[in-house]
């Protein structure tokens, strides 16, 4: 009686299940990577707005220059007020480079008033920036008129250009701040989120922990209900 012959090998079905449980831990693993990649890049750009503001912060204390930060959903430009251009410039410091997001992340940010203020520091620092303006188009008095008008046209031109694109947020020499809240978060999981706030007085709190005491808190007030 011949013995049966065994058969060598797998069989279709037994690859197949390996095919799909390499598939599915490939999945895992590319997953929780992913994951563990988006919270080290939101670490380290929340690390790095916050540098960007105290350091924005300093230089117009100490150099007594206007400073401003320029945002988008996509990042953020450090900008310094040249007097001599009548314009916001940037920065020509390595430590305050533009700065774009990675592609991951995004970021959103709310300008909060003052209770008892009634101007904002952006309409300050637009009307210096004016007052810039003038001052320099005054010292063309002696030039013949032509050339008057041809740099009064450029003047309106320029500042037409920075009305959609004027920055946010400013740092007066006096250590004034633009009260802002950061919020720098995942697209895809908007609940991993980090948020900074700055004061009027350029101090960096988190607003999501407790305040300690009443003085601690900051009182804002949204804009829109100034506007309501």
């Not at 080290?40 to 206007?66: K, M, P, V």
């Not at 430009?77 to 410039?89: I, N, Q, S």
């Not at 959103?108 to 188009?137: C, F, I, P």
């Not at 709190?205 to 100034?226: G, Q």
Request: proline share 6%.
């Amino acid at each position: 009686m011949p013995l049966a012959v065994r058969q060598a090998g797998f069989t279709l079905l037994e690859i197949l299940v390996v095919v799909m449980l390499v598939g599915l831990l490939t999945a895992v693993i590319a997953t929780q990577g992913n994951w563990t990649s988006n919270d080290s890049y939101l670490d380290q750009e929340s690390a790095r707005l916050q540098d960007t503001i105290a350091l924005l912060n300093e230089r117009s204390l100490f150099s007594g220059q206007l400073m401003a930060l320029r945002l988008k959903g996509t990042g953020w430009e450090p900008l310094v007020y040249d007097r001599l251009e009548a314009r916001f410039l940037p920065v020509d410091d390595t430590s305050l480079a533009p700065r774009s997001l990675p592609p991951s992340l995004e970021m959103e940010w709310q300008l909060d008033t003052l209770e008892d203020d009634q101007v904002s520091l952006k309409q300050v620092a637009r009307s210096l920036v004016e007052e810039e303006r003038m001052m320099d188009t005054s010292t063309l008095a002696d030039e013949d008129e032509e050339r008057e008008e041809d740099r009064g046209a450029e003047q309106s031109v320029e500042q037409g250009d920075d009305e959609d694109d004027f920055p946010q947020v400013f740092f007066f020499p006096s250590g004034e701040v633009t009260p802002v809240t950061l919020s720098v978060r995942v697209i895809e999981d908007l609940d991993q989120e980090q948020r900074l706030q700055v004061t009027a007085l350029g101090r960096l709190l988190d607003p999501d922990a407790p305040p300690r005491d009443e003085e601690d808190r900051p009182r804002y007030r949204d804009r829109e209900e100034d506007e309501e």
